[in-house]
């Protein structure tokens, strides 16, 4: 065992559905009303984790939501039996209900910050779950998020977890999606990139004008405080507001980092040429490779509609660095050519390996989203809950819940059946179990 980067994806939902309700999403509000498969969107998912598992990745399991979130709906005045509050909130605010029905949490980049021990000041891995206070359907899952983050990695002598920050767009957080760490290995110290959209208490700063900026400097900062990151080593970088305006709503959208790389298409930032001075300055003698993607070879509309930059940037045990692309990122000819190119030049990039996740990306999300990357050292990988960790046992256990479980179809009508909360809740309380997660869903307490 050595220290690795572990790769924690989130499991679909059985609600997984369209309601458009990501805006400044551009596939998400695309796709809106469509009907979904949350069969094929679990199962899709399973694939691609036992896919890296069988690299030899270390690849965990993070459990969805529940959904519908009966809870939410009566803090907001529906009341009667739970199948009175579904009929009454979907025909008097179904916009509500069916926030209230995402299974947004299967796009784990979202969940949390994470900082490794090599990197805080008492030597723990840290978390802080993201509020996602800029859209009501994700600002319903930090709790739970937690509940599930603290029965995964629940050794307190390895690992802080934190209070997800103040819930005001002031503090807007959305966690590892705005976060990269970069580093010579993962063992060592490294830089903790945080990226954000604005600056929530100096309007005389930049900012995007078309859609919100989801990310604040005041809430990347209190993080790094929160993970006791030493400010030498900690950047804080602003998304170029312009491509923002277009469609790149988390900077995971435009750039990904991993060890010795930062692949960004050249509009990601604000100020990149400071960027690469801070992260050199943060990183010292290290052979570092900034790979710039100009627009005249893939344009920001490109990069959004294949996700080549929502890929998952991965180094492989035996030391090979490859992409896990979309599907789409092959089919399109500027991306597909770009990516070869990118592999026959001279950077650690070796590979490019094309997964079909179809059921996410039509609802905004590429392989990035659907991973929280975890770095372990060996004591740390021998304390996490051994029951999350994806091997062929556990796949084929998985697989047979959710081909017991799930719907082949959902549309928006489907939303308002009583009989889903059942089910869901039927699921969910069977996996808690295949994970050894124990109560971490209310209705487990209740």
């Given at each position: 065992m050595?220290t690795?980067?572990?790769?924690f994806?989130?499991?679909v939902?059985?609600?997984?559905?369209?309601?458009?309700?990501s805006?400044g999403?551009?596939?998400?509000?695309?796709?809106?009303?469509?009907?979904?498969n949350?069969?094929?969107a679990a199962?899709?998912?399973?694939d691609k984790?036992?896919?890296?598992?069988d690299?030899?990745?270390m690849q965990?399991?993070?459990?969805p939501?529940?959904r519908?979130?009966?809870y939410a709906l009566?803090?907001?005045?529906?009341t009667?039996?739970?199948?009175?509050?579904m009929q009454?909130a979907?025909?008097q605010?179904?916009?509500?209900?069916?926030?209230?029905?995402?299974a947004?949490?299967?796009?784990?980049?979202?969940a949390?910050?994470v900082?490794?021990?090599?990197?805080?000041?008492?030597?723990?891995?840290h978390?802080t779950?993201?509020?996602l206070?800029?859209k009501f359907h994700?600002?319903?899952?930090p709790?739970?998020?937690?509940?599930?983050?603290k029965?995964?990695?629940?050794?307190?002598?390895?690992?802080?977890?934190?209070?997800?920050l103040?819930?005001?767009?002031?503090f807007?957080?959305?966690?590892?999606?705005n976060?990269t760490?970069?580093c010579?290995?993962y063992a060592e110290a490294?830089?903790?990139?945080?990226v954000y959209?604005?600056h929530?208490?100096d309007d005389?700063?930049?900012?995007?004008?078309?859609y919100?900026?989801?990310?604040?400097?005041?809430a990347?900062?209190?993080?790094a405080?929160?993970?006791?990151?030493?400010?030498?080593?900690?950047?804080?970088?602003q998304?170029?507001?312009e491509?923002i305006d277009?469609?790149?709503?988390?900077?995971?959208v435009?750039?990904?980092g991993?060890?010795?790389?930062?692949?960004?298409?050249?509009d990601?930032?604000l100020?990149?040429e400071?960027?690469k001075?801070?992260?050199?300055?943060?990183?010292?003698?290290?052979?570092f490779?900034?790979?710039e993607v100009?627009?005249?070879?893939?344009?920001?509309?490109e990069a959004?509609?294949?996700?080549l930059?929502?890929?998952q940037?991965i180094t492989?045990?035996d030391g090979?660095?490859?992409?896990?692309?979309p599907m789409?990122?092959?089919?399109?000819?500027?991306?597909?050519?770009?990516l070869q190119?990118?592999?026959?030049?001279?950077?650690?990039?070796t590979?490019?390996?094309?997964?079909?996740?179809?059921?996410?990306?039509?609802?905004?999300?590429?392989?990035?989203?659907?991973r929280?990357r975890?770095v372990l050292?060996e004591?740390?990988?021998k304390?996490v809950?051994p029951e999350t960790?994806?091997?062929?046992?556990?796949f084929?256990?998985?697989?047979?819940?959710?081909?017991?479980?799930?719907?082949?179809?959902?549309?928006l009508?489907?939303m308002?059946?009583?009989?889903?909360?059942i089910?869901?809740?039927?699921?969910l309380?069977?996996?808690?179990?295949?994970?050894?997660?124990?109560s971490?869903y209310p209705?487990?307490?209740?």
């Open positions: 050595k690795v980067e572990a790769n994806d989130g499991l939902g059985p609600t997984h559905n369209y309601a458009g309700l805006y999403n551009i596939a998400s509000k695309s796709n809106a009303n469509a009907f979904s949350p069969k094929q199962l899709q998912g399973l984790m036992k896919a890296l598992s690299m030899g990745m965990g399991i993070l459990a939501q529940e519908p979130d009966i009566r803090r907001l005045g529906f009667g039996s739970d199948d009175a509050v009454s979907y025909k605010a179904p916009h509500i209900y069916l926030a209230c029905c995402s947004s949490s299967m796009w784990t980049a979202n949390a910050t900082s490794p021990s090599a990197d805080t000041g008492d030597q723990r891995v978390f779950p993201a509020n206070t800029n994700r600002s319903l899952e709790e739970i998020t937690g509940n599930i983050l029965a995964i990695f629940n050794d307190q002598n390895h690992f802080a977890h934190h209070l997800h103040p819930d005001n767009d002031h807007g957080d959305e966690g590892a999606a976060h760490r970069l010579a290995d490294g830089v903790e990139l945080f959209g604005k929530a208490f005389s700063q930049p900012k995007p004008t078309r919100p900026a989801r990310q604040t400097i005041e990347s900062q209190a993080v405080r929160l993970h006791q990151l030493a400010a030498n080593k900690t950047v804080f970088a998304q170029n507001p491509v277009a469609g790149v709503f988390h900077n995971d435009i750039a990904v991993n060890r010795n790389v930062l692949f960004y298409h050249q990601a930032f100020n990149t400071l960027l001075q801070q992260i050199r300055s943060g990183l010292g003698d290290v052979d490779y900034f790979v100009p627009s005249a070879r893939v344009s920001v509309q959004i509609k294949t996700y930059f929502n890929t940037l492989l045990p090979a660095m490859v992409i896990i692309a789409e990122c092959k089919q399109s000819d500027a991306v597909n050519d770009y190119y990118l592999v026959s030049t001279n950077n650690p990039i590979a490019v390996h094309f997964f079909d996740v179809k059921q996410s990306m039509q609802n905004g999300g590429g392989p990035a989203c659907l929280l975890v050292n004591a740390e990988q304390v809950n960790i994806m091997n062929d046992a556990k084929a256990q998985l697989q047979g819940w959710v081909n017991k479980h799930y719907r082949d179809r959902l549309d009508a489907d308002m059946d009583p009989q889903l909360l089910e869901s809740r039927t699921a309380d069977e996996l808690t179990q295949l994970l050894a997660l124990g971490v209705f487990q307490r209740n």
